[in-house]
């Protein structure tokens, strides 16, 4: 099973328990939790200083869970992206229909209520997983370049101000994150390197627009930046993962469970 395999497959697993377990409880009301799904459609934009970049569009399962009995002040969510980008650098070429498969999971709290609600101040705690296949050879000036998969998962803790119906902005610091790069694909005399990423920070701000039938359309934009992390010594050499900026663009259809 490849490593894009096992994140598709723990992410769906993830997503099943959150509906099941949600769902096998009760409100006091004698009510079930409610559960809003979405699909989205959107544009990835990821930038490394001046080395490289990828483009491309995005697709997005997303999955929210409200007023669950057990923590009903709590609202859990789950976002899925997989995208197809081109990647182009400055110094080794460009390689197209590239594989990016990103997953969110958030908890989060009101801060101010001690109701359910949809409106006010929330804060939580979030595992972002990244998987990107570079595997493959770019041409530059004569000279082949060796790709490779990269894989990061990271702790954030992220913060919401909602106004319920209208408009959501939300930020996130990173608390811990591990960068994986599969060196050994490149040349079997590589080892694979892990950097240790303490600083990031996220910002998204979505719009509501409601539609006739109860669902709603959700424009967003999102931008992440992630700092240098820590340096690697491998080959007598000292790697880094540098830092980096991602523009994400879309919209969310959202529509409750029927």
């Not at 409610?34 to 930038?47: D, H, I, M």
């Not at 996130?172 to 240790?196: A, C, D, E, K, P």
């Amino acid at each position: 099973m490849t490593h894009a395999q096992r994140l598709l497959c723990l992410s769906g697993v993830f997503l099943s328990l959150l509906t099941s377990t949600a769902w096998g409880q009760d409100t006091p009301e004698n009510q079930p939790p409610l559960v809003k799904w979405g699909l989205s459609a959107g544009v990835n934009r990821y930038v490394e200083s001046d080395i490289m970049q990828l483009v491309g569009p995005e697709g997005g399962l997303h999955s929210r869970i409200t007023h669950w009995s057990t923590m009903p002040n709590t609202h859990l969510e789950g976002d899925i992206f997989l995208g197809r980008q081109n990647y182009t650098s400055k110094s080794s070429g460009s390689i197209n229909g590239v594989t990016n498969l990103e997953t969110r999971w958030r908890v989060m709290h009101p801060l101010f209520s001690d109701t359910p609600t949809n409106e006010g101040f929330f804060a939580g705690l979030a595992l972002h997983t990244l998987w990107n296949d570079l595997r493959g050879t770019t041409y530059y000036q004569g000279t082949s370049y060796g790709g490779y998969e990269r894989m990061a998962g990271q702790l954030w803790l992220p913060m919401r101000w909602s106004s319920g119906d209208m408009w959501e902005i939300d930020g996130g610091l990173l608390i811990y994150g591990r960068h994986t790069s599969m060196l050994s694909q490149v040349n079997s005399s590589y080892q694979n390197i892990t950097n240790t990423q303490r600083r990031g920070q996220y910002a998204q701000v979505a719009i509501h627009v409601k539609l006739d039938d109860g669902d709603s359309l959700k424009p967003f934009v999102r931008y992440t930046h992630l700092a240098d992390p820590n340096t690697v010594a491998m080959g007598g050499k000292n790697w880094i993962e540098p830092e980096s900026q991602r523009w994400q663009v879309g919209a969310v259809w959202e529509f409750n469970q029927r």
